[in-house]
Nanobody, 121 residues
Framework: QVQLVESGGGLVEPGGSLRLSCAAS????????MGWYRQAPGKQREFVAL???????NYADSVKGRFTISGDNAKNTVYLEMNSLKFEDTAVYYC???????????????WGQGTQVTVSS
């Protein structure tokens, strides 16, 4: 069993900043990659950012230059630094982990419970 626990969401004014964290725990052999997705009301879940265990990052065009993803391999934790937040960044942000649970298993995908980010004046 693997759990992903997010923290750091909240209410912020436009132009403000927030930092999200997500820690993976449980039966983990290796973390291949961790990332963030978001889902706004009435919309489909969309990709935000991802970081591999080797530190390779990828971002959605809508957040490039404003969001920064980083990770701590020793803690199986990923962070999302969000700056210059806009109204359209309002969503529930979900942590995603691509994790190998044993030496012989394939890579499974896990999700956190989500954390609300609201950008409002």
């Amino acid at each position: 069993q693997v759990q992903l626990v997010e923290s750091g969401g909240g209410l912020v004014e436009p132009g403000g900043s927030l930092r999200l964290s997500c820690a993976a725990s449980g039966s983990i052999f290796s973390v291949i990659a961790m990332g963030w997705y978001r889902q706004a009301p009435g919309k489909q879940r969309e990709f935000v950012a991802l970081i591999t265990s080797r530190g390779i990052t990828n971002y959605a065009d809508s957040v490039k230059g404003r969001f920064t993803i980083s990770g701590d391999n020793a803690k199986n934790t990923v962070y999302l630094e969000m700056n210059s937040l806009k109204f359209e960044d309002t969503a529930v942000y979900y942590c995603n982990g691509r994790i190998r649970r044993t030496t012989w298993s394939g890579v499974d995908e896990f999700w956190g419970q989500g954390t609300q980010v609201t950008v409002s004046s």
